[in-house]
């Protein structure tokens, strides 16, 4: 027999050993292909806490399927799976890094939601106000819109200060009627 065929058999065995749960030989097998294998995964990969996930799965992959799985030689095995490993995740890098230059950062994301919930709620207020009696939305706006005090309101519409207060008072209680369902938007809006 040439040496060739001595290290076939002899990788059948182990194979068969490991096929048959025998977790010696595992350990056997593990401890004298791991280093080379990480070795190996660390010149296509170029990080070694990587390169030894992939091996390290490669190992799990092998015990988890052990009694499945056919091998003639447990070098090429395990050069073929570390190599595809290392090409998968090399891969996996590559679609990240496409996605990663195509979505905004996290705060622009925050600012666009935040832009978005504003105009929403303008609109919605905007469209309450406008359903208010004439007088009453007049006297809501200059209050709210144009920071007007119930004092300066009364002189402007010739009106008692207790007449300012009372349409003002009406108007919210209008407005929270309209926009019960949106209260606790609202609340979240002008609060945080």
């Known amino acids: 027999m040439g040496v060739n065929e001595t290290k076939l058999i002899s990788d059948h ?5 490991i096929k048959n749960s ?12 791991y280093s080379g294998l990480v070795i190996y995964a ?11 996930d992939i091996v390290q799965s490669v190992f ?4 988890e399927t052990r009694e499945t799985i056919e091998i003639r030689s447990l070098r090429s095995y395990f050069i073929q799976c570390v190599k595809n490993r290392c090409i998968d995740h090399l891969r996996s890098l590559q679609v990240k890094q496409r996605f990663n230059n195509r979505i905004p950062e996290a705060e622009h994301l925050v600012m666009e939601e935040d832009l ?13 106000v406008e359903d208010l009696a004439p007088r009453c ?6 209050s709210r819109y144009e920071n007007l005090k119930v004092a300066e309101i009364a002189e402007k519409m010739d009106i ?3 007449t300012v207060e009372k349409q003002i008072s009406k108007a919210l209680k209008i407005l929270r009627l309209k926009l019960v369902d949106y ?6 809006y002008f609060f945080y």
Do not use: C, P
Not at 43 to 51: F, G, L, M, N, R
């Open 13 to 17: 065995s182990l194979a068969e050993s």
């Open 22 to 33: 025998n977790q010696g030989v595992f350990e056997l097998v593990f401890n004298y292909y």
């Open 42 to 52: 660390d010149q296509i990969i170029k990080d070694t806490v990587i390169s030894e």
């Open 60 to 63: 799990l992959k092998l015990w």
């Open 116 to 128: 978005w919930t504003k105009n929403e709620l303008a609109e919605l207020i905007q469209h309450a």
């Open 137 to 142: 939305r007049e006297i809501f706006w200059m």
């Open 160 to 162: 008692s200060k207790r």
């Open 183 to 188: 209260l606790s938007l609202l609340i979240l």
